[in-house]
């Protein structure tokens, strides 16, 4: 069974998370179980910290449904804006207009280690930016208006509450 997705609000996803050191089998189970959770919920992209673990990994999906494998990613140049509508699997059934930039440059380890620069632009960049923002203990409401984020911090109230009666 895939890994269950954390629900927003919770403490691990409004923690950053630390570095990845060691480069090997347990974080390429680690890659493969987020890949398995992301699928079955049909997301494009997620970060470790959805899945429970407080580790500077991501997955961010591509239009063709593939995804890049990012570990220890940064930022390091932003340019243009653009507004474009997100969701989060942390999130369910919550779609909002969230202004970011238009383009992003990224630097990123691959699962050995190794060191890339992509340049991503649009919905890419978006995604780029969402999961890199969950790894900084960041979730897409806080870009919005307090009023929006306290309608949808009610609404997940009332969502954990009756996931949490269907368990018990
Ligand atoms: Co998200």
Redesign the pocket.
């Known amino acids: 069974m895939a890994r269950e997705i954390v629900l927003w609000p919770h403490k691990v996803l409004n923690s950053a998370t630390k570095p990845v050191t060691e480069f090997g089998p347990p974080l390429e189970k680690l890659l493969a179980e987020m890949a398995e959770a992301m699928q079955e919920a049909k997301g494009i ?1 997620i ?1 470790a910290n ?1 899945v429970g673990e407080s580790l500077r990994v991501a997955l961010v999906g591509r239009e063709d449904g593939t995804f890049f494998e990012i570990v220890n990613p940064q930022i390091l140049e932003r340019s243009g804006k653009v507004t474009l509508e997100e969701g ?3 999130i369910p059934n919550e779609w909002e207009k969230v202004p970011r930039n238009e383009k992003v440059k990224v630097r990123y380890q691959d699962r050995t280690g190794q060191w890339h620069e992509v340049e991503a632009e649009g919905k890419l960049a978006h995604v780029f930016q ?2 890199i923002d ?1 790894l900084d203990g960041q ?2 409401v806080e870009h919005l208006s307090s009023l929006k984020r306290s309608l949808i911090q009610e609404r997940m109230k009332k969502l954990q509450k009756a996931l949490k009666r269907q368990k018990d």
Do not use: D, K, N, R
Request: with cysteine.
């Open positions: 992209g970060a959805q989060c699997l942390s969402h999961e969950h979730v897409f």
